[in-house]
């Protein structure tokens, strides 16, 4: 009795220490969204992570617990060897133990399976209901559905595909080790209930087989096998009905197998995978070998001219710019070397001295005296401070030597506060310091970007394969508060408008005005008049360079100093 209440106590205080540290993890997550004045992100962010997790780890948990079950209702009742004295007999084990380490394994495979799980913001996009108001000509899906939906359906079949095969191969483990699946000089032998329960399993595989035709019929709308990956004229008229072909037949071979596998005709059920599986190699592989082989070379031009034509069409909307980034283009006359204005280590750490906020930034920062707007949490006083001390694990915050009013910095890497706020947009590979009078200010670009937009060519940008990838916004940093504003494109697109539209705290008023100073394109609308965008794109181009020189002055970079000083002087000659 005095080791149960022992480890009971143990358990006790265990689930209270990881309670605790949860729940002021969500008290100062939340408080540092609500500091950044994007609550109702935090928000939205939290229901997704809650609605992923929560069903999938029921999910998870009960599929591999009711396979575990019923590997144990098969097996009757576990003997264990027991000595008393000196005479040893067998034990059987409680049905209930065995039940309890059933739940125990599914928790356990539950929790190895949980980084499959989709992210919060693929569930975030697909709840948004993305639209482009503009289908795809052969399935007549609106564009949205392959930027918003498919990522999250393609991430939660890899996610089930996973769950099925290793719950799948435990249960043929453990049943080998009981008397019920074992191999015998005539074969393999297995009982009526081995049999059924294994049958049902292989119905479940078919089932996800079967799931997966269908993603593979939209994928050869995002990359075909035509040249270059385009799709092509046998994707259109063999692949996807062979693939369509190959749904119905796999379906068949599901209900097939599992109802010849209860019944004992092991036989058909091995007829029934033979076929789907010749059936699978002949649609995908030798089919769209034979007809572009016996297709002359020029009879395949002809067939593929319109294709060529719908994919040029598609990638030239979705990686199309406006005429202001156009104007930035032409009249930036900047070298490349400048994308990176500070060359050396000493000038970085120059440019970093006097901020809370720059790229690499890590640790915990007390403002305590904050003379400034600085968007940080406010570390108050009672359970308060007890719950930041607890979720940053620092008991200096306890200290009565810090006041009340004192603000906490706890995201300061760069890129990370960025991602924080804008997680569905991809940065910019550029880090950029800007100068706005005498605050110093990080600026990155954000994108709209997607593998999946069909029928699009695949570019490399921003170090991952895209079909789709279109600036949003552009997210200003301010070094010494970390204040982030967010400027949206004048013509943002439809992803980066739905989210806009969703959570307007992502765009901050006072970004367009110091926008219009520091980046290279105008916010206004472009102009129609040549002169005009003529005009505002060389004012653009001089300040950007403007900008650059005292970054680089700002970090003793003398030769990126030279460098800027040199565009500026080939920028005004162009002009004249």
């Known amino acids: 009795m005095p080791r149960r209440r022992l480890l009971a106590g143990v358990v006790i205080a265990a689930v209270l220490l990881v309670g605790g540290r949860t729940v002021s993890a969500l008290f100062a997550d939340h408080s540092w969204y609500g500091s950044m004045g994007a609550a109702a992100l935090w928000s939205e962010r939290a229901g997704d992570m809650l609605l992923t997790y929560g069903i999938g780890w029921v999910l998870a948990v009960v599929f591999a617990f009711v396979n575990l ?86 991430s939660l079949y890899s996610w089930a595909t996973l769950l099925v095969a290793s719950v799948s191969i435990l249960i043929a483990i453990l049943y080998s080790l009981t008397p019920g699946l074992r191999w015998e000089k005539a074969g393999l032998r297995m009982s009526a209930h081995v049999r059924r329960h294994l049958s049902v399993l292989a119905a479940v595989l078919l089932l996800i087989t079967m799931w997966s035709y269908r993603l593979e019929s939209y994928d050869l709308l995002i990359q075909g096998t035509g040249d270059e990956r385009f799709f092509s004229y046998v994707d259109h008229q063999w692949l996807l009905p062979g693939l369509l072909l190959l749904s119905i037949a796999t379906a068949a071979a599901s209900i097939t197998v599992l109802l010849s596998g209860w019944t004992g005709q092991l036989r058909t059920s091995f007829v029934a995978v033979t076929v789907i599986v010749i059936l699978s190699v002949t649609v995908q592989e030798i089919v769209p070998l034979v007809v572009r082989r016996v297709t002359p070379k020029t009879v395949q031009l002809a067939r593929e001219r319109s294709y060529v034509a719908t994919r040029a069409d598609y990638t030239r909307r979705a990686f199309t710019l406006n005429a202001s980034s156009y104007g930035a283009v032409a009249g930036s006359a900047v070298s490349a070397a400048l994308d990176s204005v500070t060359t050396s280590a000493a000038g970085q750490q120059l440019l970093r001295q006097d901020s809370l906020v720059y790229p690499g930034a890590r640790g915990l920062v007390v403002v305590s005296d904050p003379q400034l707007d600085v968007a940080g949490a406010r570390l108050g006083d009672g359970l308060s401070r007890l719950g930041y001390a607890w979720a940053y694990q620092s008991l200096d915050l306890l200290s009565d030597s810090i006041p009340r009013r004192a603000r906490l910095i706890s995201v300061r890497d760069l890129r990370t506060r960025v ?51 279109r600036h949003a916004a552009t997210a200003l940093v301010n070094a010494r508060t970390g204040r982030v504003m967010m400027a949206a494109d004048p013509a943002p697109d439809p992803i980066a408008q739905t989210w806009i539209t969703a959570f307007p705290s992502s765009a901050d008023y006072r970004a367009p005005g110091i926008a219009r100073e520091l980046t290279s394109a105008p916010w206004e609308p472009v102009s129609t008049a040549p002169g005009l965008t003529a005009d505002s794109t060389f004012r653009a181009g001089v300040t950007r360079l403007y900008n650059r020189m005292r970054a680089a002055l700002a970090a003793a970079d003398l030769k990126a100093f030279g460098i800027a000083y040199d565009s500026l002087g080939a920028l005004i000659e162009r002009r004249k």
């Open 419 to 469: 991602r924080q706020l804008a997680p569905v947009f991809t940065q910019g590979s550029m880090i950029e310091p800007m100068f706005h009078a005498d605050t110093l200010y990080w600026k990155v670009e954000l994108y709209s970007a997607s593998s999946n937009y069909p029928l699009s060519q695949h570019f490399v940008l921003a170090g991952e394969e895209r079909s789709y990838f």
């Open 69 to 154: 079950a019923a590997l144990g209702r098969s097996i009757g009742s576990l003997t264990l060897p027991r000595r008393l004295a000196n005479v040893e007999f067998g034990e059987a084990v409680p049905r209930k133990y065995l039940d309890r380490f059933a739940l125990v394994l599914s928790i356990a495979i539950a929790a190895a399976l949980t980084p499959a799980l989709p992210n919060w913001t693929l569930l975030a996009i697909a709840r948004l209901n993305v639209t482009f108001r503009e289908a795809d000509p052969y399935f007549q899906h609106d564009l949205g559905f392959y930027t918003g939906w498919l990522p999250f359906e393609k």
